[in-house]
Every structure is written in C-alpha cells, then in structure tokens.
C-alpha cells in the first residue's frame, strides 16, 4: 500500500496534504458528514464500543481490529495503488493508457456514475439505523456497525473523487449526497432498492446477500474503467463490500440452520420461535427481483455509451473474448405487444444483461449453499424468474408468478401472498425480534449461532461493550 497519513485531520493515502484547496474542501466538507452520521447513524447504544476492524489502518494494511467508540470513528480516503502502464481494456479507446483526470466530453458521464454509486452507501446506513434495537447477538450487532461504517467510508470514496475532479458541481453534488433520505417522499435516494424499508433482521441478511451483491458488481464494473481514479476507489472498496456479503449469506444460513433443526427434531419452526421455509423464500424473493432491477434495462443506450467509451465495463473484463462488442448479436427475450419475443439486438446494448446474468449467477452459487443444509429435508430455495416481479426493464409492470409464467393480474393479487412477503409475515418476523440480544455467547431463538467468531475470537466474545468496561 503507499504511504498512509494516519494522524491527519482525514486519514488518507492520497496525499491530500499536499493539495490545501482539495484538503480544505474536503475538511469543510467533514462536518456535514459528521452530523449526518449523527442524525442518520445508528441510534442505539452511542455510548459504547464496539469491535471494529479498519478502526486504524496498520502498518501492514487495512486490517487492524480494535474496540472504538461508534462516534469516534475515523473515515478516511483510501485509493488502492496504481497499476504501471494500465491501459484501458474495453470500448472505443482500447489498448490506450488510462486517464488521470476526467475527458471533458465524459464529464457528465462519469459524474452521474459516481453520484449513483456514492448515493448508495448512506442510504444503506439509514435503512439499517434502527436494527440494533432488535439485534439477535452481539456477534452480529457487531457486524450490522462493521458493515456501515464501511458504507460511510465509500461515501468517502466517491466525495473525494466529486471534489477531486468535479470543481463546484462535485461540491455540490457532494453536498446533496448527505441531503437525500431513504424512503423520504420529497428527497429520496436515487434507486429505488435504496428506499426500501429495512425494519428486521431478515431484510438486512438478504439485502446484504443480494443488493451488496448488486453493489460488487456495479463496483467490479467500475474498477474496470479507463478512469483510473474510479477504478482504483473501486478495487479498493471490493474486499470491503466481500464482507458484506459474508454478513448476508451467512447470516441467512444460521437462520436457515436453526429452522431445519427444529423442523428435525419434529418441532413446528413458529412454535419454536423460528422463520418458517416458504417465509423464507417470500423474503427471497422480494430481495432478489428489487436488486435485479438495479442493472438497468435489458437493452441499454446508457449501458451502451459507458461502455463504448471505456467509463463502465463488465466485471473481470479480461474473461471475455471480445472487449469491442462492435460486431455479431446479442439474443435478448422482451416482452412486446404481451408476447415474450427473442431479439437480436447490438451486443453493446445487452452489456446491462450480460453483467445481470453474471449477477444471477453468483447468486444461484448463494442459494445453493443454503440449498445444501436442508437438502434432505426435501426443501430447495429459488431464485425466481427474472420475469417476476419488476419494476424495471422490459417484463415492469406485467404480471408473472415466480417459475416465469405469465398470468393475469387478478391471479397474481389473488395469489400474491404466496410469492411475496405478507402484512402477517412482516408482523410475525417483527414479533421475534421484539427485543435485542446483549448478552455474549447468546443468540435470538430464530437464528443459529456461526461457526466461528471473528479474528480468531470465540463466539461469546463481548463484541460490542460498554465504555465503562
């Protein structure tokens, strides 16, 4: 890693001392920051500590863990190192060597990347602000602050890069970055995942297995572009956004886990407080189709000038064949005049698709592995059709059940509750997360507690503690 200036007002590896407009900007910029994660932060248990990694950044890297209080927490701006002689591997302009600072004629591209991006890191924390009041250990009280001061630190990500390369309207956009609210009606966030109410423990293991999954990829995308500013930000942010999804896929295994050893031992999973399989999926299923919406329509001009113009490329851009995408066709199924048609479309066009069929896949990889702790109980959790359940793209707005089958919207209201999650599900969920789990070592009834702690602690280790202590 370069050099780290830790004892800085804002810790950085950027050399930001080195440019007093840029420092002064962004030290002006802090506060509002500060006071947003005051107001929008958590508001639970400010006064104590909790087990963070990243607390400091040591000598060997970002992998230092130590307890720090939630309001002392100290975000900074980290690039990960430049690669000698990048150049840029995808669109118009490949085999070129990569820009340090922003094409005039991208500029407002690139922005609109970057605000889009940096939007979603608050919105998660205020969708997440009221979770600890129901936490169902300390072990994963400690992961729900690990995971948002993390998303703060990526809000950090992109505002330097707003300020860095954007003059006044990156202040301004950075200004309105810490403005918006999720779910406000007047000032919400700009997608619409990121309105979603997160007010249980079971939304926020499968948001951060399948909308953090969005984000790897909308970051792995950009950590290719000929950018090299954004693309660094963006490989830096990745190992970060890897335990997020941890977070989510594991969490939701422990619930599933506590699930079938009720269901083994012959015990009804409500009478022994737990998350019932079908409820399971229903949540699965909400989760899944508002993160595909995320990548846009499955034939896209956006998609198409991004990547023509090397600004967003599709994750591990060196897998694929052609890195041109100007000859041949992409096969695309659309919905037109109510028939389900096949269409040959421009390849660019169908980058959104290709990159969101990757996506699907790694999150059949997720499924399957929950799929293996209750397979011989005769139960198999699914994705659902990516038919189902849109809001965006061709299939938004028709009525599909979740095997991909078009039905009538009369049938789809009547039958909804057995595809989506119901008032009653939402109030049951809610009722067995009435009350926090504090004590180490202890776990809510609906969930398993994991294999392992972290950094090498045990399970009952005190993860979040008083300041007192």
């Known amino acids: 890693m370069s050099t780290v200036s830790l004892h800085e007002k804002i810790p950085n590896n950027v050399e930001l001392s080195s440019d007093k407009r840029l420092q002064r900007a962004m030290e002006q910029w802090q506060p509002g920051f500060l006071g947003w994660w005051r107001d ?47 150049r840029i591997g995808f669109g118009d302009q490949r085999g070129e060597p990569v820009w340090s600072a922003v094409p005039g004629e991208h500029r407002n591209a690139l922005r ?15 969708q997440q602000r009221r979770l600890g009041h129901s936490c169902p250990s300390l072990y994963d009280l400690r992961n729900l602050f690990q995971v948002n ?9 992109m505002v330097y890069l707003l300020h860095t390369y954007f003059g006044r309207d990156g202040r301004e956009e950075a200004e309105a970055l810490l403005q918006r609210r999720s779910g406000d009606a007047d000032k919400p966030r700009i997608l619409q995942a990121f ?72 015990t009804d999973p409500h009478a022994g407080g737990a998350l019932p399989f079908d409820m399971l999926q229903r949540y699965l299923n909400f989760w899944y189709t508002v993160s595909l919406d995320l990548f846009g329509s499955e034939v896209s001009t956006n998609g198409a000038a991004y990547f023509g113009a090397g600004l967003k490329g ?17 096969r695309v199924e659309l919905l037109e005049a109510g028939a389900i048609v096949t269409q040959e479309v421009a390849p660019r066009l169908a980058v959104n698709l290709q990159v969101r069929s990757a996506y699907a896949d790694d999150c059949q990889a997720a499924v399957d592995k929950w799929n293996k702790l209750v397979a011989d109980l005769g139960v198999t959790f699914a994705l659902p059709s990516e038919r189902f359940h849109r809001a965006v793209g061709t299939f938004a707005g028709a009525f599909f059940d979740p095997a991909g089958r078009r039905i009538s919207e009369a049938e789809f209201r009547r039958r909804e509750g057995e595809f989506l999650p119901t008032d009653a599900d939402h109030a049951y969920v809610r009722s067995l997360m009435a009350h926090a789990v504090t004590e180490p070592g202890k776990f809510a009834s609906w969930i398993a507690p994991p294999a392992r702690g972290i950094n090498a602690k045990p399970v009952d280790f005190a993860y979040v503690r008083s300041n007192e202590a």
């Open 112 to 126: 609109r990347l970057i605000v889009t991006q940096g939007d979603t890191e608050p919105a998660s924390v205020e």
């Open 314 to 330: 599709r994750p591990q851009e060196e897998r694929y064949p052609d890195h041109v995408l100007l000859e041949g066709a992409a």
């Open 40 to 86: 929008m932060g958590h508001d639970v248990l400010p006064q104590h500590v909790v087990y963070l990694s990243a607390a400091d950044v040591g000598a060997d890297g970002w992998a230092h863990f130590d307890y720090v209080r939630m309001p002392d927490y100290r975000w900074g701006i980290f690039l990960a190192d430049p690669q000698p002689d990048r």
């Open 195 to 266: 309105n979603q109410p997160i007010d249980d423990w079971l939304s926020f293991m499968m948001f951060t297995t399948f909308t953090d999954r969005d984000g790897k990829f909308q970051l792995l995308s950009l950590a290719e572009s000929a950018f090299d500013p954004l693309a660094r930000t963006c490989r830096f942010m990745l190992t970060e956004e890897a335990h997020h999804m941890f977070v989510g896929q594991t969490g939701v295994a422990r619930i599933v886990q506590r699930t079938a050893e009720l269901v083994r031992q012959g």
């Open 149 to 157: 001061v993390e998303e703060g630190r990526h809000l950090w990500a």
